[in-house]
């Protein structure tokens, strides 16, 4: 492999700079001439009642604007107070770890799901995780 560029490729690509023609973005799928997106909600600071709430409504509200992909925020809860607390769960009361089961245990919200990241959730280096939503009939 050569790391040499060709004139003709810097000229394009001096080209496309310049140019105002864009690339589509990726991240969006067209389906029936409506973007799909992918939205995100960040959970940092909420109670673990709040949290849930925050999140079935967040969820709900994607299901129905055609939204596929939901990306979590949590945190790590490296932070959280629950950790020094030996009688609360040192797992099930940080909202990393909650609010997954939460949303596994609630049936509603689980028809409209087709896959939780649970790899991103168990990862000890992520402090977020993504949820796949079907689409409606």
């Not at 492999?1 to 969006?28: G, H, R, V, Y």
Request: proline share 2%.
């Amino acid at each position: 492999m050569t790391n040499k560029l060709s004139d003709k490729d810097k000229k394009d690509w001096i080209n496309f700079i310049n140019s105002s023609e864009k690339l589509q973005s990726k991240d969006l799928e067209q389906s029936n001439d409506r973007a799909i997106l992918e939205r995100s909600i960040d959970l940092h600071g909420f109670t673990l009642e709040e949290a849930n709430k925050e999140i079935s409504k967040f969820i709900e509200n994607c299901y129905l604007n055609k939204v596929k992909k939901i990306n979590v925020i949590t945190g790590k809860g490296m932070r959280s107070k629950n950790i020094n607390d030996p009688y609360q769960s040192s797992e099930l009361s940080i909202l990393k770890n909650s609010v997954p089961e939460y949303i596994k245990n609630n049936s509603e919200l689980m028809k409209k799901i087709i896959k939780i990241d649970f790899e991103s959730v168990n990862s000890p280096s992520k402090g977020n995780f993504d949820i796949i939503l079907k689409s409606i009939k």
